[in-house]
């Protein structure tokens, strides 16, 4: 079959084994986004762009990936969307991701690594203070359904809230001594509590509506809360 072509193999074989050793070999993840449309890593080419979970930096070279637009706070605090949320854990994982990516760990890296870790870490402390405080979390998690309320909005509040407010501001306005802001601070407080509770139960029961009407209660009272703090402080 192969006669008089007994040269024509050897040829054919050293270039297909050169070939074939000339490739570099795909490695298991590599193997799995080889011909997909992934995001690559920005410094070698890699499939290194924004990955889910901690993969802030690309597998094969280790430099940190640009931020994944598509992430929200929930998921890059590794925290379930909902409205309950530890603090503890999530006080752990923000300290987690400050270690990761906080500028002060990227003197000597690239500028465009700079960059990247400056864009983390903001997005990183937005997260944080977002989800930390149970007003910001629940117009967040509104927001992620769809829902917002406009600054400004009273929200069609009824008059007996609103009388409410007004009383409260009243009492704020003549106190004049350290003793009486301590008392509208903790009326103020206790309300705070009582309608968290309340926004809770809204969004276990997927009311977002009634969610939306007591985070408009909340965000009145927290008003009330930051003008304590402004006259409590001394001139």
């Not at 008089?4 to 050293?14: K, Y």
């Not at 290194?48 to 990936?65: N, T, V, W, Y």
């Not at 309950?84 to 270690?99: E, F, G, I, P, S």
């Not at 406009?150 to 407010?165: A, S």
Request: aromatic content about 8%; glycine content about 8%.
């Amino acid at each position: 079959m192969w006669g008089g072509r007994s040269g024509a193999l050897p040829r054919v074989w050293g270039l297909w084994l050169t070939g074939v050793l000339g490739r570099r070999p795909l490695s298991g993840n590599a193997a799995s986004l080889a011909g997909s449309n992934s995001p690559q890593c920005w410094n070698c080419g890699g499939p290194g762009g924004p990955i889910r979970g901690d993969g802030f930096f690309c597998p094969q070279c280790r430099a940190l990936q640009p931020p994944d637009p598509t992430r929200d706070h929930f998921s890059l605090m590794d925290c379930n969307r909902s409205f309950k949320v530890d603090t503890a854990k999530l006080q752990h994982r923000y300290q987690q991701l400050q270690r990761l990516v906080h500028p002060d760990f990227f003197g000597q890296r690239s500028q465009t690594e700079k960059d990247f870790s400056e864009k983390h870490s903001t997005l990183v402390n937005d997260a944080y203070k977002t989800l930390l405080a149970p007003l910001s979390r629940g117009l967040y998690l509104l927001k992620l359904h769809g829902v917002e309320i406009p600054e400004g909005t009273d929200y069609e509040m009824d008059r007996q809230f609103l009388m409410e407010i007004m009383d409260i501001n009243e009492k704020l306005a003549e106190a004049q001594s350290e003793a009486a802001m301590k008392e509208i601070e903790y009326i103020v407080r206790a309300k705070q509590e009582e309608l968290t509770d309340c926004v809770s139960r809204a969004f276990e029961q997927d009311d977002f509506e009634k969610a939306k009407e007591i985070l408009t209660k909340m965000r009145y009272f927290s008003n009330v809360e930051e003008k304590i703090k402004l006259k409590m402080i001394p001139l």
